[in-house]
């Protein structure tokens, strides 16, 4: 089976950098995606990571360590909108996905 | 427009009430999947497909059937809602494994 953890809540200061960290622990492992989700909305892609090491795009980053079964999402500029829930999840054959609880984060002025 | 759509965004039952949520999209995907969300628990995947008439189980499909006949379409039935079965459904697309996943607006079902 899959388990995936992450913190269930954040808050961080509009301008700033905060980092979301994933572990994860599967029994089969394909990729690992990072997804955003605004209260009451439907879950939008953010990336999605195979290999080791860090994939940038544009203020969003995302690492992931394979043998450790470790990820994060990296926030830099933090502007008010990126306040959001930001969902973890693993990908282990075919179309079978597995998702964290997600992290609430709150962005402050 | 690309773009995942649920129907209907709301829906109020009876327990033992059949019921169909519908899901069409219009990007040829060919992978398809449909979602719970309930607080706490985060999103739960109930079943995918990989193409017109292949189906599978995700990790919480007791209750629940799906059916993909057409490439565009994946409705999900619940032959008989259970109050358990209350929750934030979506369902999401994507064109092959491992690439980003598009979502439906959500359809929010209570059963009482």
């Known amino acids: 089976g899959q388990n995936i953890d992450q913190p269930t809540e954040m808050t961080a200061t509009e301008g700033a950098i905060v980092q979301i960290n994933c572990t994860y622990q599967?029994?089969?492992?394909?990729?690992l995606f990072w997804y955003q989700q605004h209260a009451g909305e439907a879950p939008t892609f953010l990336s999605y990571n195979v290999l080791d090491g860090l994939e940038e795009k544009g203020r969003f980053s995302s690492f992931l360590s394979r043998s450790k079964g470790y990820s994060y999402l990296l926030l830099k500029e933090l502007q008010m909108k990126d306040s959001a829930s930001y969902l973890c999840?693993?990908?282990?054959?075919?179309?079978?996905?597995?998702f964290g609880t997600g992290t609430k984060l709150q962005v402050i002025p | 427009e690309a773009q995942v759509t649920q129907n209907p965004r709301y829906l109020i039952t009876v327990t033992g009430k059949k019921l169909t949520v519908t899901c069409s999209q219009n990007m040829n995907h060919e992978y398809m999947s449909w979602y719970r969300q309930d607080p706490g628990l985060g999103l739960r995947q109930i079943y995918y497909?990989?193409?017109?008439?292949?189906?599978d189980k995700g990790d919480v499909p007791e209750g629940y059937k799906v059916s993909r006949k057409e490439k565009r379409n994946f409705p999900l039935i619940l032959e008989s809602p259970s109050p358990n079965q209350t929750s934030l459904y979506f369902c999401?697309?994507?064109?092959?494994?491992?690439?980003?996943?598009?979502f439906g607006q959500g359809t929010r079902l209570t059963v009482v």
């Open positions: 599967t029994s089969g492992f394909n990729g």
């Open positions: 999840a693993v990908t282990g054959g075919y179309q079978k996905v597995t």
């Open positions: 497909s990989m193409n017109v008439e292949v189906t």
């Open positions: 999401a697309s994507s064109w092959a494994k491992g690439r980003e996943a598009f």
